[in-house]
């Protein structure tokens, strides 16, 4: 209880909050003279800002050389705690163990049940979006159904960047963010490949069919999770 009003306490200033939102955006490690200039804060409120935040452990610093010259910069970027607040004390964690472990007991029929309810549920995220913009599928562009897709993606907390090719038959795209990364940590192959179904859902809501190829992944100690979607039609 005392860290969950820590962390209230720290967000409850709008311009640290949304230098909370900006680093989780930025995907990469942030220095004091550029959340100072990106807030039209001094330094040293900026600094103030950031470790209050490293404070209640929602970020970590570290200080680098920049490869500028000069001093050695100080980097600040995400933690990797999990932060959650809930009242009452719920623990979805435990409910996400306990219900991966059961599925792996039935064993292929399980993963199989897995891997097909978490595509259905990618695909009903993508409907849910087309539903409340009250949009049809047959009058979307290439360019429409992405930023679709993309803040779908968003919603989901896969904080995700997206690459089209020219020719738009491949779309290359980062998961900066895994939801299921603790769950993932103990049951690495069911949950990823769960993930890549949930993704493929996403994508075929939209686009017919798709080939999707996994490269990187975030429990590899890798930046982010890289996924390109081969367009088949």
Known sequence: MEQTLKITNVLSDPTRYYIYQYITNRHQEVTVQEIADQFDIHPNVARLHLTKLEDVNMLVSETKKTGKGGRPSRLYRLSSDVIQLHFPYRDYQLLSKITLETMASLGEA???????????????????????????????SFDQKLNMIRNAASLA????????????????????NCP????????????????AQFLKGMFEALFAEIELVEGDNLLAGCEACTYSANIKN
């Open 110 to 140: 399980g993963q199989k049940a897995l891997y097909e309810t978490g595509k259905r549920f990618g695909l009903e995220l993508v409907e849910q979006e087309l539903a409340k913009n009250m949009q049809s599928i047959d009058h979307l």
């Open 157 to 176: 907390g896969l904080s995700p960047d997206f690459q089209p090719s020219e020719d738009k038959t491949k779309i290359y795209f980062k998961i900066f």
């Open 180 to 195: 299921f990364k603790e769950v993932a940590q103990e049951h690495m192959e069911n949950v990823c490949n769960m993930h």
